[in-house]
C-alpha cells in the first residue's frame, strides 16, 4: 500500500452511515446476519424485494437465463424486452417502454421525454417541471435539482436548471407556478423518502386536470410506490388518474437492478432513433427476473392480498399507536407502502428495532417506512407489531434513562 494513501476502515466512499450489520443469505421476509441472527426485513431493500429474499421463482428465472444469455446491447432485438415491455403496456395506460438500470436512470428518461415532447411539438421553450417539497427523484445531477434538497445539491455545481419546486399538495402553488417555459408536473403519487406522504384527496385529480388545461404533461414518479406496493399495479390507479409518462424501478426487478421508464405515444412523439440509449439497460437477464416478477404480482389475487395485509397491518399499527402515544404521532401510506411519523426521533427508533431484529427505513419528516415484502404472511405481521411494540418500550426505557441521567 502506498503511504499516500489515507488508512481508512472500508474501501467504500464514505457517502453511507452503515449500520454495523451485514447478511449472508435471505429467505422471505427474513434474513440472516453473518453472526446467524435472523431478522425480519420490513424494508425490503428500501421496497425493492417485492416477492421477498430468494423467492423460487425468481432464482430459477436468474440461473436459467444466466445459463443461457445474459446481454447483447441494445442493438439487437431482446425477445425477453419485447415481452416485459408488452406485458407493462398492456397492463398500464403506456404504448413504450424504455428499459433502464436504476429509478434515477428512469426519472432522468422520463424528463427527458417530457422536454423532447415539447421540443418535438415545436415548443422547445417547454422544458420546465414542476416538482414538490419534499420530493425525491434519485441522485444523478438532474433528479437531485428535482427533488430539491439542498443536502444533496450543495457542492456539487450549478444546478441543473428547469425544475419549480411547490409546496406537495397546494394545487393553487402549482397553478401559479405554471408559465410559457412549462413542461409538465413531476410528481410522487406517494413521497417515500420525503416520509410516506399521501396527497390530499383529488390532489392528482386536480393536477391532472391543469396538464390537461394547459398542454402540459403528468410525470409519475412510481419507482418507490409502484409495482404493487399499494396494493394495486401503480399508485396512481388507487386516485383514479393516469399519467403521461411514468418512471418506475425498485420492486420492477425484485432485487435485479432494472428500472423503466413508461409513455403514451403521444408524450413519447420526441423519443426517436437516437435520441436515447443504454449499454446494459433492458438486457435479457434483467428480463427474464422481470418477467418473474411480474408474472407474480399480476397473478389472480396477489395485489387484492397486498391490499388486505396493508389495510390489516395499518390497523393493527393504529391500535400501537394508541398504545404509545408519546411514540407513534401518525400512521400512514397504502397498502404495504406504510410509515409511523414519530415523536421520538426516527434514526433512534430504526436502531431500537434492529436491536429488536427487526428492519425498518428511516424517512424525511421524522418517519420510519415499513415497507415489507409483498409476500409477508400473516404471522410474520403480528410478529412485527410484537417487535415494533419491544421497540416502543426501548425508546421509551432510553428517554427515562437519559432524563434520570440529566436530572442526576
Ligand atoms: C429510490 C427512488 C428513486 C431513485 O432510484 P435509484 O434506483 O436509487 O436511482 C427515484 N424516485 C423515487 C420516488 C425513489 O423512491
Known amino acids: 500500500m502506498s503511504d499516500t494513501k489515507a488508512a481508512v476502515q472500508s474501501p467504500l466512499l464514505p457517502t453511507y452511515a452503515r ?23 420490513f424494508g425490503a431493500g428500501i421496497a425493492v424485494c417485492a416477492l421477498g429474499h430468494s423467492h423460487p421463482r425468481l432464482v430459477n428465472a436468474l440461473i436459467e437465463q444466466g445459463r443461457k444469455l445474459w446481454h447483447v446491447s441494445n442493438l439487437f432485438r431482446i425477445p425477453e424486452a419485447e415481452a416485459l415491455g408488452g406485458r407493462l403496456v398492456e397492463s398500464t395506460f403506456a404504448d413504450y417502454v424504455f428499459f433502464t438500470n436504476s429509478g434515477a436512470e428512469a426519472v432522468e428518461g422520463a424528463i427527458k421525454t417530457a422536454r423532447k415532447h415539447h421540443a418535438a411539438n415545436g415548443n422547445p421553450e417547454r422544458f420546465r417541471l414542476i416538482t414538490f417539497e419534499g420530493a425525491f427523484h434519485g441522485r ?4 437531485i435539482a428535482a427533488g430539491g434538497n439542498p443536502k444533496y ?6 444546478k441543473v436548471e428547469g425544475f419549480d419546486p411547490v409546496p406537495f399538495n397546494d394545487i393553487d402553488a402549482v397553478r401559479a407556478a405554471i408559465g410559457p417555459h412549462t413542461a409538465g408536473v413531476l410528481v410522487e403519487p406517494i413521497q417515500g423518502e420525503g416520509g410516506v406522504r399521501t396527497p390530499a384527496p383529488g390532489f392528482l385529480r386536480q393536477l391532472r386536470e391543469l396538464c390537461d388545461e394547459h398542454g402540459i ?11 404493487g406496493r399499494t396494493g394495486k399495479l401503480f399508485a396512481h390507479e388507487l386516485m383514479g388518474v393516469t399519467p403521461d409518462v411514468m418512471a418506475v424501478a425498485k420492486g420492477i426487478g ?15 412523439n420526441g ?5 436515447h440509449g443504454t449499454t446494459y439497460g433492458g438486457n435479457p437477464l434483467a428480463m427474464s427476473v422481470g418477467l418473474a416478477v411480474l408474472d407474480e404480482v399480476l397473478a389472480p389475487g396477489f395485489l387484492e392480498s397486498v391490499a388486505r395485509k396493508g389495510l390489516a397491518m395499518k390497523q393493527r399499527l393504529a391500535a400501537l399507536k394508541d398504545q404509545y402515544p408519546n411514540v407513534i404521532a401518525e400512521v400512514r401510506g397504502e397498502g ?11 434514526g433512534e427508533f430504526a436502531a431500537a428495532a434492529r436491536a429488536e431484529h427487526m428492519i425498518v427505513i428511516p424517512a424525511g419528516d421524522n418517519v420510519v417506512r415499513l415497507l415489507p415484502p409483498l409476500v409477508i404472511e400473516e404471522n410474520e ?28
Open 153 to 158: 445539491i450543495d457542492g456539487f455545481g450549478p
Open 140 to 143: 444523478t445531477l438532474a433528479t
Open 217 to 227: 404533461l403528468l410525470v409519475a414518479d412510481e419507482v418507490q410506490s409502484g409495482m
Open 381 to 408: 405481521m403480528s410478529e412485527a407489531i410484537d417487535r415494533l411494540e419491544k421497540a416502543c418500550k426501548r425508546v421509551i426505557a432510553a428517554a427515562a434513562g437519559a432524563s434520570a441521567g440529566a436530572s442526576a
Open 19 to 41: 449500520a454495523d450489520v451485514a447478511f449472508v443469505r435471505g429467505e422471505g421476509a427474513w434474513l440472516e446476519a453473518t453472526d446467524g441472527s435472523r431478522y425480519l426485513d
Open 336 to 346: 404495504l407502502f406504510l410509515g409511523l411519523r414519530l415523536h421520538v426521533n426516527n
Open 254 to 268: 425484485g432485487g435485479f437492478p432494472l428500472g423503466a421508464f413508461l409513455a403514451t405515444r403521444k408524450a413519447a
Open 271 to 275: 423519443m426517436v432513433v437516437g435520441t
